[in-house]
């Protein structure tokens, strides 16, 4: 209406605007045309006025409408349009709708980056070392197999591992707790905590899990002042050792009071004075029948953990929590952002100078008494797969072969320890050079048939026994060296149902592998 309204006084204005007829107008006439054009110029001021104000009203119902009944966007553009306002405002909308989306991605990244760094350097150093050996290739004469094995290498689904920043922080949480502990107990007579030692599949590089893999530490124990730690071998005397037993005993130290500040001797000084001036011996605390006790151990170094947490600085980032153990330290860390980390702290008692420690950690299913340490050579496989990591070619396949053969052990008999075994002695009899990824079917051939021709025969040799290639960088004890092979299928040879199991299952691990080759998963 204000539209029709403001047309007809336009034409109004020009019907009626009075004819020139000379170079001048009389008076009246003259009064009455500026009369009229007043009037005109206030009623299409007041007309274009309404008519805006009717258009925002209109662009506001249809607005309305279209959120109550869904109506297209035609018609509230099509209002909107006719004021400069809108693109004006459109413009500054699309700029700050473009800012806040680049801000919040940019802070995203920022918050996953921290996690997230070390597995893209990891497939960054993957793909530079594709193309690297791609380049080196060129020049080689075309070998089907080994174009099969850079195929089904780029195939599998690797699990994504952030080691590197992870191993770092847990790294830092035992160097915290070690320097909490030290001010705790640097007055009493608990055993003494020496930095922790990396091990496991996690830190060797082959671990088959993805987020929930265990980053293990052993924690090798000294005993305290005016202590001594004697290492009891199995009494059959069988290796490996398997019911090892720590015992204490208590040392003169008459002679050392006088260089340590309120040291008394615990062998000659009466009880009174001892209970009166002094903590309680190692003996009275963590022992059983003059041997370290695990569990008492284990509880001993968790409530510890639980007292430290409240002051180490990672106790703002993570949310700790003690999992149920009765031979180790279990703790799973959860972040702000819900990821969570596992970490094991495990205990040991050094063999002399040696790779070979006696263990809180069982490695069979089976019940061990508390005061039982088992013989462990975790240290002496990290550093040996450390020691292949120095003169493996920097591209080396031989940890991503291990990982893909134990991701199919699930269900199965065969433990880890098997294939760890397998891959061990095939490292030191199958050149370094050998174990690239173009070589990786091969080496998959070759990791499956050794130990399936070892079922055959009902006999796997324990690596470190008897073992004439070892690399001297591995401290052994001397009677490792000159001890008979130990056969870790001793159990299939003195069972025949069980060796027929194991055969029946191996064929199905060889099914598993062809299809995790095919299918990638």
């Known amino acids: 209406m204000a539209i029709a309204k403001f047309f007809a006084l336009l034409v109004q204005s020009i019907i009626q605007c009075p004819q020139m007829v000379g170079d001048e107008l009389d008076e009246a006439t003259r009064e009455r045309m500026e009369q009229r054009a007043e009037h005109l110029s206030r009623e299409m001021t007041r007309l274009l006025q309404e008519l805006e104000q009717r258009s925002l ?18 018609a509230l553009l099509f209002a909107a349009l006719q004021h400069w306002q809108f693109w004006a405002i459109a413009g500054v909308l699309v700029v700050l709708f473009g800012l806040c989306w680049l801000l919040r991605k940019r802070s995203h990244e920022a918050d996953n980056s921290s996690d997230e760094e070390s597995s893209n350097s ?19 004469d075309p070998d089907d197999e080994r174009d099969l094995g850079r195929i089904f290498a780029k195939r599998i689904q690797w699990p994504v591992q952030n080691l590197s920043y992870r191993s770092r922080v847990v790294q830092e ?37 993805e987020d929930d893999a265990v980053y293990c530490l052993l924690m ?57 001036n002094q903590g309680p011996s190692l003996l009275c605390t963590l022992c059983t029948d003059s041997y370290l006790d695990v569990e008492k151990t284990a509880c001993w170094f968790q409530n510890s953990v639980r007292s430290a947490w409240v002051v180490l600085p990672q106790s703002r980032h993570y949310h700790m ?18 990821r969570t980390l596992f970490v094991e702290m495990i205990f040991g008692v050094q063999q002399g100078d040696s790779d070979i420690f006696l263990s809180s950690q069982t490695t069979e299913a089976i019940y061990a008494s508390s005061t039982t340490w088992p013989e462990s050579y975790a240290v002496a496989e990290v550093k040996f797969f450390s ?61 499956m048939r050794y130990p399936h021709c070892c079922l055959e025969k009902k006999h796997l040799d324990h690596f470190f026994f008897g073992n004439e290639n070892m690399p001297e960088e591995i401290l052994l004890p001397p009677a490792f060296r ?16 069980a060796h027929a199991k194991a055969l029946r299952e191996f064929d199905e691990l060889q099914d598993r592998l062809t299809r995790l080759l095919f299918y990638g998963h």
């Open 57 to 74: 009203e209109q662009s506001i119902m249809e607005q309305r409408t279209q959120e109550q009944s869904g109506v297209t966007w035609g």
């Open 122 to 140: 990891d497939r960054e150093q993957l793909e530079e070392e594709e193309e690297q050996e791609d380049e080196e290739s060129e020049g080689e």
């Open 173 to 209: 949480l035992v160097g915290d707790l070690l320097r909490v502990f030290q001010e705790l107990f640097s007055n009493s007579f608990f055993p003494m905590l020496q930095p922790g030692i990396r091990v496991g599949s996690t830190f060797e590089g082959w671990s088959p899990h």
């Open 220 to 276: 090798p124990l000294k005993p305290p002042q005016g202590h001594a730690f004697h290492l009891e071998m199995s009494t059959a005397g069988d290796m490996p050792a398997k019911d090892s037993c720590v015992r204490v005993e208590l040392e003169c130290t008459c002679a050392r009071e006088k260089l340590v500040k309120n040291m008394l001797c615990f062998l000659h000084h009466s009880e009174e004075e001892l209970r009166r």
């Open 321 to 338: 929590k003690v999992l149920p153990s009765s031979r180790s330290c279990k703790l799973q860390l959860t972040s702000a952002s819900r």
């Open 387 to 447: 020691y292949i990591a120095k003169q493996a070619p920097h591209d080396s396949f031989h940890l991503k072969c291990l990982q893909l053969c134990t991701r199919i052990l699930v269900g199965t008999g065969f433990s880890t320890y098997t294939f760890k075994t397998a891959m061990m002695h095939l490292l030191i009899t199958i050149p370094l050079s050998c174990w690239r990824r173009r070589h990786f079917l091969l080496r998959l051939e070759d990791i």
């Open 482 to 497: 000159m001890a008979e092979p130990f056969n870790l299928f001793q159990h299939l040879a003195q069972d025949p149902a």
